[in-house]
Each structure stands twice: as structure tokens, then as C-alpha cells.
């Protein structure tokens, strides 16, 4: 029997064949295999009475001239399963779905203890911090280290409000100071009827006092592991604290009234810088100059007196994590009590504090200092150019992602007002970015650009600052957590923490990592996580918003009503800033 013409349908799809019924059916099935590209093992022909088998007979079948048979089946390879099973939230236990979701949790307010609320979240903008408290052998001599790590695990692994009981009653027990009864006046029924509740204390207190139990915790190495394993664990190993948030300070006393007085110089180990208020403090920086630069009276061995001496305090040592107390709270004697400083003091998101430092530590910094601004304000412009033709290629719709279609010179005017106008080639027109752009006219990819950023920024590092673990290479700063004072009186009011979202985003993609090798600018965490693409690091650099934890109430809160904290009224003021150093990733 002569071969026939007939056709099958595919995806839509037509096409002309020929059959040849003396031939079996599996001879037919590679015909229509190298048409479709459906393998066999996959293809359902369907003819009449059902399928197509390779014992078919074409005898029964009666193919005819010109008929269509209808062919089932995916081309190409099958798809391979994710390499991970997937999991629905509505099929994950709290654990996951806190890991998942990365959300923070509130606390809840134990009667008067929102101060202690406040400062936990705060603190738990130190990813460093949890991977110090999770080594396997902590030594402390107190409790309290033990208690917050297991406290953090616990919000970390639920999307419920925590009740934090066990660690306030460590906190209280390793600091009386906390447990004080309220016996002011407005509880004077409950104290007369044997009620008694605890009294409202100070948020900075709390966080020094935390801050402080921390000191024996083991420290980090290079690579932002713990050291505090095993026999490594012994005296004379760096602790967390020292190497993360305690800075040096530089003190040098000279005598006003007889200058020919040798100076002297002192050095003293702080945790934290105060922001001194008065009538003329407008700034955070004129606040904290204001307490480096201050006279004092002491006894003078030349004059024989007391005199009056200037006292100049610079940080020769800037750590990764630095603390600014606004000294919101002052003793008046005319009332016999605390007062609150109402005035309005702005505070910056990004600080650079080499204007606090000595001058050969400013002289250590400074080079990486200005480069890294440097490298901001180029990633600033690229992510605008990405961003721009981003725009460009959605507005003009899908023919200019075709280059056999667009011309190449052909320019496409922005959509917004800004009068900008990109290339098909993705080039801003009128700019020069040929840091950005290789030949050919692409984007060089951004994680390219960027090792070699952190490459170039290495080089100018000092090399006392690169062994210095958990110190600022660039004394560069941001702002990543906030407590604030609501009220007007210092021994009541409540207390707010504020902490910056992309805190916990890190956390969630477990990708925070040293910004240059042996800066120690910032600690890896463990885990490693996957590589982040362009558009993850632009998604986290764009995305400024913060997190709001008012006890067990936690909600979002805008970058653009950080300036509401400033101060001037009885609403929430700043009262403890943290700032960390910038890293280049």
C-alpha cells in the first residue's frame, strides 16, 4: 500500500506527514517525534478507537488521505522537581512560619516594664550579638546572657506575642535596682489595700545594665564566628562587647589659668556617647560635641588651687555598634526631682563620626572613609539608571525588548517628569556611565561591580583597623534602632522601641557577611544563604521602612515619620540611638 498524507495537530499546531501503513506504528511515532519534538515514551496519538500503540494494526485503523489525528504530550524535557519539597504556610507549625515570614513579635507589658521591652527589641538589631550568645559553652557570671538568648530564640521561632517572665525575673535578680515597688502617689489606694505594682524605670538604665551583664561573653573571630568554644574560652580572649560596642575615649586636661601646665592624658573605655540638651542643642552633633568639650574644676599641682581646666574628649577607637544617649533627663533642684528636656534635637539616619574622633585615628579612616561615600554615590546612580530603564522598557511596551525591531539609536523618552531619556542599549542619554555600562552597551552585572567595590575599599584599610576586630573601618554610620520617651515626667511615661526593617530582612535571608575580609566591619552569620541577585540588593536598599514594637503591638512605621521623633512635645522622643557602622556588600 502507497504511503498517504496526513496531518496531526500539536500545541496548536498542524503539520503534514507522511504515513506509510505498511510500516509499523512506531515508525510513525518518530515521524511525529522530529515534527514535535514530543519523545515518544510521553506521546498519546489518538486515532480511531483510542490511542496509538506500537502493536496497533493500521488495517483496523483505516488511515485516510487528508485526515488529522490529534497528538498529546509535553515537548522537550519534563520539568525537574524543586530541589526542595514546596510547603504551603497554611501547612507550616509556628517555627517555620516565624522563619518563613521573618515577622518580629512583640512583648507583652508586664506592668510597667515597657523600658525593658524597648531595649530588648532594640538590641535585637545586632545579628552579631545572637551569634556570640549561641556558642555552645557561654561563660557569664551572671544569668542574664543566658536568659536573653533564650529569650531571642523563643522570637524567633513563633509569630505570637512572647511573655518575657523568666528573663525580667533574671533581669530583676541580677539588677534590684528593677524590682522597685511604684509607691507614688497615684497607687497609694493599692499600697493602702496590699496591692503593690512595680515602678516605671529607665530604658537607658536597662540598656546599660543589659549591655554590661554581656561582658564576659565570648567574642568573634575574623570570619564572625564565636571563639568562645572549649578551651578557647579563657582569660585574655576577646570579648563581644569590647570588640563590637565599647569604644576608647581620649581625655586631655589643660589648665586654663596656667598653660605652661604640662598636659595630661587619660583614656577610659565607654559604651555609650551622650548628646547633651540645652537651650541651644538643635543638632545631635552639636549635643555631643557639647560633652566632649567641657571645663571642669580641679586641683592644680603648679598653682597650688583649684582651677578651671578644658577637658577634650575624642574616640580613638570607633566600635561597629555605637550608642548615643540624648540626655532628655536632668535633676532640678528647684522641684527636688527629674525633669524631662522637652526640646526638638535632630538626629541623622546616616552619621559620620570622624568629627568624634582623635586626630590620628581621623587620619587612620579617612581614606576608606571617602571612598566609601564615593562607591554610595555611584550605586545610588546606577540603581537609578537601572531603575529608569526598567521604566523605559514598560513603557514602550514589548517591542523594545526586541532588538531586531528597534533600532538601536532609537530613544525612549521617560514616562515621568523628570525629562530623562534611555537608549534602547539601556544607556542614560546626556550621561556618562561608563562605569556601568560594558561594551557591547549592557549593564555589567551589579555583584560584579560590587566585588570589585569591596576590593578596591580593602586596599584602604588600615591595617591596625583590619586586625581590630568588631571595630568601624569607615566611620561611617547608620541608624538601626531607636528607643523613644512618650510623657512628660521622668519616672513615668512609656517606652517604644523602633528597629529598622532590613534587620530583619537580613535575618530572613540569612545573608548579612563581613563587607571586606579582616575589616571586621560586620560579622558573617552562620548559615551562609544563597547569593543575592541585582534586584535583591536593590529590593533592600530601597526598602528604608522601620519596625515599630509598642509591647505586644508591632506595625510598620515609615522612614519619612522618623523626623516625628525628634522631639518638642510629650510624644515619643528619641532617648537611646543605635548606629552601625557601613558595610560595603
Given at each position: 500500500?502507497?504511503?498517504?498524507?496526513?496531518h496531526i495537530?500539536?500545541?496548536?499546531?498542524?503539520?503534514?506527514?507522511?504515513?506509510?501503513?505498511?510500516l509499523?506504528?512506531?515508525?510513525?511515532?518518530?515521524?511525529v517525534?522530529?515534527?514535535?519534538g514530543?519523545?515518544?515514551?510521553?506521546?498519546?496519538v489518538?486515532?480511531k478507537?483510542?490511542?496509538?500503540k506500537d502493536?496497533?494494526?493500521?488495517k483496523?485503523?483505516?488511515?485516510k488521505?487528508?485526515?488529522?489525528?490529534?497528538?498529546?504530550?509535553?515537548?522537550?524535557?519534563l520539568?525537574?522537581p524543586?530541589p526542595?519539597?514546596?510547603?504551603?504556610?497554611e501547612d507550616m507549625?509556628?517555627s517555620?512560619l516565624?522563619?518563613?515570614?521573618?515577622?518580629?513579635?512583640?512583648?507583652?507589658?508586664?506592668?510597667?516594664?515597657c523600658?525593658?521591652?524597648?531595649?530588648?527589641?532594640?538590641?535585637?538589631?545586632?545579628?552579631?550579638?545572637?551569634?556570640?550568645?549561641?556558642?555552645?559553652?557561654?561563660?557569664s557570671?551572671?544569668?542574664?546572657?543566658?536568659?536573653?538568648?533564650?529569650?531571642?530564640n523563643?522570637?524567633?521561632?513563633?509569630?505570637?506575642s512572647?511573655?518575657?517572665?523568666?528573663f525580667?525575673?533574671?533581669?530583676?535578680?541580677?539588677?534590684p535596682?528593677?524590682a522597685?515597688?511604684?509607691?507614688s502617689?497615684?497607687r497609694?489606694?493599692?499600697?493602702?489595700?496590699?496591692?503593690q505594682?512595680?515602678?516605671?524605670?529607665?530604658?537607658?538604665?536597662?540598656?546599660?545594665?543589659?549591655?554590661?551583664?554581656?561582658?564576659?561573653?565570648?567574642?568573634?573571630?575574623?570570619s564572625?564566628k564565636?571563639?568562645?568554644?572549649?578551651?578557647?574560652?579563657?582569660?585574655?580572649?576577646?570579648?563581644?562587647?569590647?570588640?563590637y560596642?565599647?569604644?576608647?575615649m581620649?581625655?586631655?586636661?589643660?589648665?586654663?589659668?596656667?598653660?605652661?601646665?604640662?598636659?595630661?592624658?587619660?583614656?577610659?573605655?565607654?559604651l555609650?556617647?551622650?548628646?547633651?540638651?540645652?537651650?541651644?542643642?538643635?543638632?545631635?552633633?552639636?549635643?555631643?560635641?557639647?560633652?566632649?568639650?567641657?571645663k571642669?574644676?580641679?586641683?592644680s599641682?603648679s598653682?597650688?588651687r583649684?582651677?578651671?581646666?578644658?577637658?577634650?574628649?575624642?574616640?580613638?577607637?570607633?566600635?561597629?555598634?555605637?550608642?548615643?544617649?540624648?540626655?532628655?533627663?536632668?535633676?532640678?533642684?528647684?522641684?527636688?526631682?527629674?525633669a524631662?528636656?522637652?526640646?526638638?534635637?535632630?538626629?541623622?539616619q546616616?552619621?559620620?563620626?570622624?568629627?568624634?574622633?582623635?586626630?590620628?585615628?581621623?587620619?587612620?579612616?579617612?581614606?576608606?572613609?571617602r571612598?566609601?561615600?564615593?562607591?554610595?554615590?555611584?550605586?545610588g546612580?546606577?540603581?537609578?539608571?537601572?531603575?529608569?530603564?526598567?521604566?523605559?522598557?514598560a513603557t514602550?511596551g514589548?517591542t523594545?525588548?526586541?532588538?531586531?525591531?528597534?533600532?538601536?539609536?532609537?530613544?525612549?523618552?521617560?514616562?515621568?517628569?523628570?525629562?530623562?531619556?534611555?537608549?534602547?542599549?539601556?544607556a542614560t542619554?546626556?550621561e556618562?556611565?561608563?562605569?556601568?555600562?560594558v561594551?557591547?552597551?549592557?549593564?555589567?552585572?551589579?555583584?560584579?561591580t560590587?566585588?570589585?567595590?569591596v576590593?578596591?575599599?580593602?586596599?584602604?584599610?588600615?591595617v591596625?583597623?583590619?586586625?581590630?576586630?568588631?571595630?568601624?573601618a569607615?566611620g561611617?554610620?547608620e541608624?538601626?534602632a531607636?528607643?523613644?520617651?512618650?510623657g512628660a515626667?521622668?519616672?513615668a511615661?512609656?517606652?517604644?522601641?523602633?528597629?529598622?526593617?532590613s534587620?530583619f530582612?537580613?535575618?530572613?535571608n540569612?545573608?548579612?557577611?563581613s563587607?571586606?575580609?579582616?575589616?571586621?566591619?560586620?560579622?558573617?552569620?552562620?548559615?551562609?544563604?544563597?547569593?543575592q541577585?541585582t534586584?535583591?540588593?536593590?529590593?533592600?536598599?530601597?526598602?528604608?521602612?522601620?519596625?515599630?514594637?509598642?509591647?505586644?503591638?508591632?506595625?510598620?512605621?515609615?522612614k519619612?515619620k522618623?523626623?516625628?521623633?525628634d522631639?518638642?512635645?510629650e510624644d515619643?522622643?528619641?532617648?537611646?540611638?543605635?548606629?552601625?557602622?557601613?558595610?560595603?556588600?
Open positions: 500500500m502507497a504511503p498517504i498524507l496526513v495537530k500539536h500545541a496548536g499546531k498542524t503539520y503534514d506527514l507522511q504515513l506509510d501503513p505498511d509499523p506504528p512506531a515508525v510513525f511515532k518518530d515521524t517525534y522530529n515534527a514535535t514530543v519523545p515518544t515514551d510521553r506521546m498519546k489518538m486515532v478507537g483510542g490511542v496509538l502493536d496497533s494494526s493500521w483496523k485503523i483505516g488511515p488521505e487528508g485526515q488529522t489525528f490529534m497528538v498529546i504530550g509535553a515537548a522537550g524535557e520539568p525537574k524543586p526542595k519539597p514546596v510547603v504551603f504556610l507549625d509556628d517555620e516565624a522563619e518563613a515570614l521573618a515577622k518580629p513579635v512583640g512583648l507583652t507589658n508586664l506592668g510597667n516594664t523600658y525593658m521591652n524597648a531595649t530588648v527589641q532594640a538590641l535585637r538589631a545586632v545579628p552579631e550579638l545572637q551569634v556570640a550568645l549561641g556558642t555552645p559553652s557561654l561563660q557570671t551572671t544569668p542574664l546572657p543566658g536568659a536573653l538568648r533564650d529569650l531571642y523563643n522570637m524567633s521561632h513563633t509569630t505570637d512572647i511573655t518575657p517572665l523568666q525580667l525575673q533574671v533581669l530583676r535578680q541580677v539588677n535596682q528593677f522597685e515597688m511604684d509607691r502617689e497615684k497609694a489606694n493599692d499600697l493602702m489595700m496590699g496591692r505594682g512595680y515602678a516605671q524605670q529607665d530604658a537607658e538604665e536597662c540598656y546599660a545594665a543589659i549591655v554590661n551583664s554581656l561582658r564576659n561573653v565570648p567574642g568573634l573571630d575574623a564572625g564565636s571563639v568562645g568554644t572549649g578551651a578557647e574560652a579563657v582569660v585574655g580572649r576577646a570579648k563581644f562587647v569590647e570588640q560596642m565599647m569604644g576608647q581620649r581625655r586631655e586636661l589643660t589648665c586654663d589659668e596656667a598653660p605652661e601646665e604640662p598636659s595630661t592624658v587619660s583614656f577610659e573605655q565607654v555609650k556617647i551622650e548628646c547633651n540638651i540645652n537651650i541651644n542643642t538643635n543638632f545631635m552633633l552639636s549635643g555631643i560635641m557639647n560633652s566632649l568639650d567641657t571642669v574644676d580641679k586641683n599641682p598653682l597650688g583649684q582651677a578651671v581646666y578644658s577637658q577634650k574628649s575624642r574616640l580613638s577607637r570607633l566600635p561597629t555598634y555605637l550608642t548615643v544617649h540624648m540626655a532628655r533627663f536632668a535633676w532640678r533642684a528647684d522641684i527636688g526631682k527629674k524631662k528636656i522637652m526640646r526638638k534635637v535632630k538626629f541623622p546616616e552619621f559620620d563620626a570622624l568629627d568624634l574622633a582623635t586626630d590620628e585615628l581621623r587620619a587612620k579612616l579617612l581614606p576608606a572613609n571612598k566609601l561615600k564615593e562607591i554610595e554615590k555611584e550605586r546612580e546606577r540603581r537609578k539608571v537601572r531603575k529608569r530603564t526598567k521604566q523605559a522598557a514602550a514589548p523594545l525588548s526586541s532588538s531586531s525591531s528597534v533600532p538601536p539609536t532609537i530613544d525612549v523618552e521617560m514616562a515621568d517628569t523628570t525629562g530623562v531619556v534611555v537608549n534602547a542599549e539601556g542619554v546626556g556618562d556611565k561608563s562605569k556601568e555600562i561594551p557591547g552597551g549592557e549593564f555589567e552585572d551589579e555583584r560584579v560590587r566585588k570589585k567595590e576590593a578596591e575599599l580593602a586596599q584602604l584599610i588600615d591596625d583597623v583590619k586586625s581590630d576586630v568588631g571595630c568601624s569607615t561611617l554610620y541608624l538601626v531607636i528607643v523613644t520617651h512618650k515626667a521622668a519616672d511615661g512609656h517606652y517604644i522601641g523602633f528597629v529598622k526593617k534587620v530582612d537580613a535575618y530572613k540569612n545573608k548579612r557577611s563587607a571586606i575580609p579582616g575589616s571586621s566591619s560586620g560579622a558573617s552569620t552562620e548559615g551562609g544563604g544563597t547569593e541577585t534586584a535583591d540588593l536593590d529590593g533592600l536598599e530601597d526598602d528604608e521602612d522601620w519596625y515599630k514594637f509598642d509591647d505586644e503591638k508591632v506595625s510598620l512605621f515609615p519619612e522618623l523626623a516625628t521623633l522631639g518638642g512635645g515619643s522622643s528619641a532617648y537611646v540611638l543605635l548606629y552601625r557602622s557601613k558595610s560595603v556588600v
